[in-house]
């Protein structure tokens, strides 16, 4: 998300970097340059005006004419408003009893989906969700949510076939509800192509009987400028407390996020990156503001490898490293983990300076399903040859690449680099000298290009 936004902003910061002294042509030149960034982010045109009203103002302060580094002062400016206008700080959900949550918007924003990976995180956090189908439209709707209950282990009520009655629906809920005893109780409501009044009036009918402490819009991340439309529509109608971005991993402009919050002055609660149920994020406007400037966030891409990486496993993989006995049974669990984490692209996007390393990639490198073409080269290998690579020789790579869908050339590539590797491990000295090499920007990228043939090792 955001990566057309990002690298128009980093090229028109480094020039003004680049400038000694800070005159008056120099912010304003650079300032037309970002609001054409933002406009082709498809940020409103009203709210691009606006935003940049507020920095310029700011920035041709006598603070910053007479700084040391005017340039960066400029920068710190724009990342504050920036922040500012993403929303400030994390707004949490209101959870107080009776806590309940009404999921609106469009039809293909994904609420169905929102819903469950919502209840899926409450879950985790020690809560007990419920989740209402109160969509009675859309063919399968229910089925949908009833499918995704179970696979995140949630109770979802389920209303009779025919039903038409939204509230009757609402009402026979809130009884079950009582009998599993949830603490928080999600409904997903139905949407369409297009906001109608038909849609609306149901809504409201909804929104006044379950009378809901968050009102949820999820959005999608590429509605574009269409997005102010959507938000106003719902926000007046039901008056909406907070905003779902979805599909942000797909999206590489994102102006919705910066128009939405602008115009409706409610906080962008949550960002969905991925179609896993576990990729439902909270969502920290001076972290985004950090990743949009090319900064990173650090933080947030500790907490999600934390949360989905088992600590012990980890563990247990690096000291069959540090021993010298990893094997390609400890290399097929760390690719499984690798995959847990989602698209690589969307996880390492959250490293400083990563923008600039993306681009001296070749093309597919941060293709997660390249993994899986490795992945079955390992699973085509039998235990014994998994624990002693040294002993898969000719006739048994040739049955590897057979058994895997692979070519021979791809099977003793990765037979080649992993026993490289093996003898990097061995090494401490080589080992501590790859994990400096690591710790700048231009070494990450220049060793994910000499590895593997321009390639991740093992893709």
Aim: hydrophobic content about 40%.
């Amino acid at each position: 998300m955001f990566s057309s936004l990002s690298d128009s902003l980093d090229k028109t910061f480094r020039n003004l970097r680049g400038v000694g002294k800070i005159s008056e042509k120099n912010i304003t030149d650079a300032l037309r340059e970002i609001r054409i960034a933002l406009l082709e982010a498809d940020v409103e045109f009203g709210v691009a005006k606006d935003f940049i009203a507020r920095v310029k103002e700011k920035s041709m302060g006598e603070d910053v004419f007479k700084s040391i580094k005017p340039g960066e002062q400029i920068v710190k400016i724009f990342h504050d408003e920036l922040a500012a206008l993403l929303g400030g700080d994390q707004a949490p959900l209101d959870l107080n009893p009776p806590a309940r949550i009404l999921i609106c918007g469009l039809n293909g924003a994904g609420k169905t989906t929102t819903s469950a990976k919502l209840a899926n995180r409450l879950k985790k956090e020690g809560r007990r969700p419920l989740l209402i189908a109160c969509d009675l439209y859309r063919p399968a709707a229910i089925d949908q949510l009833a499918t995704l209950a179970k696979q995140v282990d949630v109770p979802c009520y389920t209303p009779d076939a025919g039903e038409t009655d939204v509230v009757k629906v609402a009402k026979d809920a809130l009884v079950w509800a009582e009998q599993q005893r949830g603490t928080v109780l999600i409904f997903d409501t139905a949407g369409r192509q297009e906001i109608d009044e038909r849609l609306i009036g149901e809504l409201k009918r909804l929104h006044a009987f379950v009378q809901p402490k968050e009102t949820l819009l999820v959005a999608d991340s590429a509605t574009g400028q269409q997005a102010v439309s959507v938000a106003t529509h719902f926000d007046d109608a039901v008056g909406i407390t907070g905003i779902i971005l979805t599909k942000l991993d797909g999206d590489a402009r994102g102006g919705a996020a910066l128009s939405m919050r602008a115009v409706t002055g409610k906080p962008i609660k949550y960002a969905g990156e991925g179609e896993k149920l576990d990729q439902l994020t909270e969502f920290h406007p001076d972290r985004m503001a950090d990743r949009i400037l090319g900064m990173g966030d650090i933080v947030g891409m500790v907490e999600q490898v934390a949360s989905k990486v088992n600590e012990d496993d980890a563990m247990r993989s690096m000291k069959r490293m540090q021993e010298g006995k990893f094997d390609f049974t400890d290399f097929l669990d760390q690719m499984k983990m690798i995959q847990n984490l989602g698209p690589l692209e969307g996880l390492l996007g959250m490293m400083p300076g990563f923008s600039k390393i993306r681009k001296q990639l070749p093309g597919g490198s941060l293709d997660t399903s390249r993994l899986k073409r490795t992945e079955a080269i390992v699973l085509s290998m039998t235990l014994q040859e998994r624990r002693r690579p040294e002993i898969i020789k000719g006739s048994r790579r040739q049955r590897i690449a057979a058994g895997s869908g692979t070519s021979l050339m791809e099977v003793n590539q990765l037979i080649k680099q992993f026993g490289e590797m093996r003898k990097l491990m061995k090494s401490p000295h080589k080992m501590k000298n790859m994990m400096r090499q690591m710790g700048g920007a231009g070494g990450l990228g220049n060793m994910m290009k000499g590895m593997g043939g321009g390639r991740f090792p093992f893709q």
